[in-house]
């Protein structure tokens, strides 16, 4: 899919996008309680960029991504993952698809304590009834420097390298795009700088698309591209994004 609108938040033209959505609303409650999280939003994602989503507390960049995931459904509008249309799909083949297409990073791991590394990086192949391509697996697990860790369970292992297990287990399918909400948040600057750097490196290396929720000015320098949203909109976005400009520009939208 190209993306031709030149709208705020919208692709540069002509360009491949990875997901977008089109006027994207999301209301949590009813009535005089509902909150309007997401308001008539039109995004594109590129393909092969890193993309990072910023804003105040509250601004939807969480709503955001797990809308782009096809974790959350709409109030209205549309959402694509490449030319499908996540709001045509029922939840059968909503589910097939994430397994297959979408790669996720969280904050928390998520990493499964009775399996070994080696286990948790197949989970995705297994659930999928794949074996998926070894050359690839090895691949990801060479260049995560992971190969002398395949036999640990996670509470065996450092922050960092759970981090870094939960980010081969998001490649090994290959994905259209790597979902990682706050991946930096529970690690010291020294390891998070480094699980960044491999975020940057499977864009750079792999041709990889990586969306990216973070509230971190340092983790959005190593982006291509930041979207800044504020009450529920698209606010304006920062391309080859510094963290002192990334700052300036959320402090502008009142971020703390």
Known sequence: MTETLTSQ??????????????????????????????????????SSRFTAIMGPSGSGKSTLMHLLAGLDTPTAGRVFLGDVELTDLNDTALTRLRRSRVGFVFQSFNLLPTLTAEQNIRLPLQLAGSQGDPAWLRSVVTGLGLEDRLAHRPGELSGGQQQRVALARALVTRPDVVFADEPTGALDSRTGAEVLGLLRRSVDQWGQSVVMVTHDPVAAGYADRVLLLSDGRVAGEIEDPTPEHVLERLTGLGAK
């Open 9 to 46: 938040g919208a692709a540069r033209p002509d360009t491949a996008l990875a997901a977008s959505a089109v006027d994207l609303t999301k209301t949590y409650g009813k009535g005089a309680t509902a909150v309007r999280a997401l308001d008539g939003v039109h995004v594109g994602i590129e």
